[in-house]
Structures are given as C-alpha cells and as structure tokens.
C-alpha cells in the first residue's frame, strides 16, 4: 500500500493543471528562446525580428517563463537565469533541451491514455523504430546526456566491478553511452554497441568524441531478429527490455547469454517494479508510457527479471541500487 498520504483538493488540481508550465517550457525549447537569449539582453520585438515570431505571442510566453524564474525581466529586456543558461541553451554542454523535446514527443500518446486502456492497443510507435530524424535525436542525445550530466552512467560503472573482462557487449545501446563509459574505467576492456542501423550516425560521432574508435565498434542489426555476433566477457542491457512483451526479453535475454562468456557477467538495467508491481511511483508511470507507445512493453518487476535471466542460464543474481535512490537500478547476474 501506498505511503503517500498527503493529497489535497489544491495538490490534485495543480498536479492536473501542471501541463501547462510543461508546455511553455516545451514550446520555448522548439523556439530556442533560451539560446537566443544567451547573448544578452533582448526586447520581445527583438526576439520576435530575429526569429520570426509573432510580437505579441512572443512577449506573453517570455513573460510566463519569468513568472516560472527561467528568465529576467529588466525594463522591458528580457535574459535567462543562470539556470536556464546552464541547461536550457544549446550553447551550453549541460544541455537539457533533447529529453524535453523526446518528452514533447511522448504528448500525443499520453493524451489518448484512456482510449488505449478501453482498446489494449498502443498510439504510437517506438520511438527508437521512428522515421523522424528529430524524434530519433531527441530520444538518442537525450538518454546520453541524462545519463552523462547527471553522472548515473559514471556512478553505475565505478559501482560494478568489470576489472577481469576484456570485452563488453552494449546492447541497444544508443549512442554508446554505457560502452563508452565502462571502457573509459577499464582500461583493459574493449566495447561493441549493438543497435539499428539508424543509430550508427550518434553512436559513432559520439564515441570519435570521446577517442574510443579504437576500442568501441559498432554494429547494425535488429536485436529481436538478429542474431548477435561475437563472444563477450560481460554484457549490458540498458533500459530495452521494457519495450518489448515478456516473450521477446525472454528472446533477447537468451540470446544476450548466449552471447556471454563462461563466468561472464549479465547486468540489466532497468526501472524495476516491486514484485507486486504497486511501486515504485516512476517505474509504474513509466510502464503506462510503453503501454501507450509499444506493443506489449511495460516496466518489468525484479521477480520477472530474474526468472528470465534463471531461464537463460543465468546465476547468483544480485540486486543493485545507489544510494540516493534513482528510479533506475540493476540485476548482475553470472554465465555458469
């Protein structure tokens, strides 16, 4: 049962009404009115003449974002916040605008929530199957940079110990974060990312930015029909799982171990479901989310994970989590 006893009539109705502060911010991150912005002062006509907008509209939406503490308002000159520099321009590294746009994305689908629990089928594709290059960016940078700004795939790799494996496989990998960061801890490891052939243009800028072409590749194909070429001493299944039906985790999981090396180590990172599936609060959200865009997806619980790394041949699994209690956590696993 649920701890959560603090609802208020006034908590529900602007948790209801919250869309509206999430869209300003949306709409001003596919304007760009935050990198405009980083150059200095600028009067709404300003903005409006540089970037072909609308005066009024303009001057409206940039004063909700003061009234939302992103910008400054100074005599009719309108700056951003020192937060909004650091995470909501695109000239800054910190860069937060790809997860915002991947999430402006997800709105259409959530919109039609209750249509999808009367018919059982989804409103969208996955996004990683996606034909817009936009949606694919947004989506791909946007996973790399959470889990690279906010350290989680540093703190994750210097969590697990992988000093005796000489190679890792990085499956739907994305862009090669995870590769990219176990192979920068272990100097004597080498990575391959295994992910749709679309992914190669991220993936491979993003590992020559880090100079690891030498020791990272990458390779095209379809997890769920491919077979996986290569023989691996550890193996990393980040947060795919949760986009397929049990059936095809199953598959996967299983090829994934065939994959794996004798004693090698199977790590699956996921939002993981308590074993009654009630909690935690985001990976149960996050399960309505692939409800509504995929086929069968959903947010799997810890006794569900376990019993298909079992099925696979997979042994003395341990749970993992860090200290400050991401939503995120991880199941190790050993090859006997």
């Not at 709404?44 to 970037?51: F, I």
């Not at 994305?105 to 999808?116: K, R, Y």
């Not at 190669?200 to 030498?214: C, G, V």
């Not at 999981?253 to 599936?277: C, R």
Request: hydrophobic share 40%; charged share 20%.
């Amino acid at each position: 049962m649920s701890k959560n006893n603090d609802w208020s009539q006034e908590k529900l109705i602007q948790l209801s009404g919250g869309y509206w502060q999430a869209f300003a911010i949306h709409a001003a991150i596919e304007l760009d009115l935050f990198t405009l912005l980083d150059s200095g002062l600028k009067t709404s006509k300003e903005m409006a003449h540089l970037a072909s907008y609308n005066q009024r509209a303009c001057e409206m939406l940039l004063n909700a974002l003061c009234a939302m503490d992103l910008l400054v308002k100074i005599d009719g000159n309108f700056t951003n916040t020192p937060f909004a520099s650091e995470f909501l321009s695109k000239n800054s590294e910190a860069y937060t605008g790809y997860i915002i746009g991947h999430h402006h994305h997800l709105v259409d689908s959530w919109n039609n929530l209750a249509s999808v629990v009367r018919t059982g089928e989804p409103h969208r594709s996955s996004t990683s199957h996606t034909n817009s290059e936009i949606e694919r960016e947004n989506f791909l940078m946007g996973m790399f940079n959470m889990a690279f700004r906010s350290r989680l795939a540093p703190r994750w790799v210097e969590k697990i110990n992988l000093a005796k494996a000489q190679s890792i496989l990085d499956l739907g990998g994305g862009p090669g974060t995870y590769a990219i960061y176990f192979c920068q801890n272990n100097a004597q490891m080498s990575g391959t990312v295994f992910d749709l052939p679309t992914t190669a243009p991220f993936a491979e800028k993003t590992i020559a930015r880090f100079n690891l072409n030498d020791r990272i590749n990458f390779i095209g194909g379809d997890f769920t029909v491919n077979d996986i070429p290569g023989k691996y001493d550890a193996v990393w299944l980040s947060h795919i799982l949760h986009g397929m039906d049990e059936k095809n985790c199953q598959l996967v999981i299983s090829k994934a171990a065939k994959a794996l090396n004798p004693n090698g180590v199977f790590l699956i990172h996921e939002f993981i479901l308590n074993d009654e599936k009630s909690g935690p609060l985001f990976p149960a959200l996050f399960s309505l989310n692939m409800l509504v865009g995929t086929t069968g997806g959903q947010s799997y619980s810890k006794a569900d994970l376990i019993k298909m790394l079992s099925n696979a041949g997979i042994s003395q699994i341990e749970h993992l989590t860090l200290e400050d209690k991401t939503p995120s956590s991880v199941l190790r696993g050993i090859k006997i």
